[in-house]
T-cell receptor
Framework: KQEVTQIPAALSVPEGENLVLNCSFT??????LQWFRQDPGKGLTSLLL?????REQTSGRLNASLDKSSGRSTLYIAASQPGDSATYLC???????????FGTGTRLLVSP | DARVTQTPRHKVTEMGQEVTMRCQPI?????VFWYRQTMMQGLELLAY????????DSGMPKDRFSAEMPDATLATLKIQPSEPRDSAVYFC????????????FGPGTRLTVT
């Protein structure tokens, strides 16, 4: 059974810092990996999707990497801003029905 | 700007009552997922439809939960009878199985069962 872990559970940084969020998964037979952002009381916003054959994806200040063999992904946020404050969720898509298994999330607070 | 819509956004009901949640997937998407989010369990999959056919509902308590897609523009999740432990946020997501399988989430239905 796939298990997804995110470290750290919470992170507080001053504005402008670069930061890395970590995601690990136990079964490397994945179809894709998706990073989401969730604001309090809101739904999930997809940030980046990495297919199993890819190593990384970039969107603006965000860069996500995938090392399938070691069961790890990282989300790099450059020059963090207070508007980046949210919970970041990593989700792994399985090779069967492509259903997502979610990590428990990292709660990020960026202070002005 | 295509989005997944869910109704109602909030629902408060008494134990034993029937609850129906509705989801309109993005036009052209052929996969629909129902997830439940709680503080204790996080996000977990309840049911999955492809081309309106249920493919996986192993995460759903069968005795009280049911999920259907009466047509391509509507997915429903029903709880009968509801219990306090069903209190959670229920999310619907849609995607295309012929594409990248990226899932797009709706705003969720926050259910409180008293």
């Amino acid at each position: 059974k796939q298990e997804v872990t995110q470290i750290p559970a919470a992170l507080s940084v001053p504005e402008g810092e670069n930061l890395v969020l970590n995601c690990s998964f136990t079964d490397s037979a994945i179809y894709n990996l998706q990073w989401f952002r969730q604001d309090p009381g809101k739904g999930l916003t997809s940030l980046l999707l990495i297919q199993s054959s890819q190593r990384e994806q970039t969107s603006g200040r965000l860069n996500a990497s995938l090392d399938k063999s070691s069961g790890r992904s990282t989300l790099y946020i450059a020059a963090s801003q207070p508007g980046d404050s949210a919970t970041y969720l990593c989700a792994v898509g399985d090779t069967g029905f492509q259903k997502l298994v979610f990590g428990t999330g990292t709660r990020l607070l960026v202070s002005p | 700007d295509a989005r997944v819509t869910q109704t109602p956004r909030h629902k408060v009901t008494e134990m034993g009552q029937e609850v129906t949640m509705r989801c309109q997937p993005i036009l052209g998407h052929n996969t629909v997922f129902w997830y439940r989010q709680t503080m204790m369990q996080g996000l977990e999959l309840l049911a999955y439809f492809r081309n309106r056919a249920p493919l996986d509902d192993s995460g759903m308590p069968k005795d009280r939960f049911s999920a259907e897609m009466p047509d391509a523009t509507l997915a429903t999740l029903k709880i009968q009878p509801s219990e306090p432990r069903d209190s959670a946020v229920y999310f619907c997501a849609s995607g295309r199985s012929t594409h990248s399988y990226e899932q797009y989430f709706g705003p969720g239905t926050r259910l409180t069962v008293t």
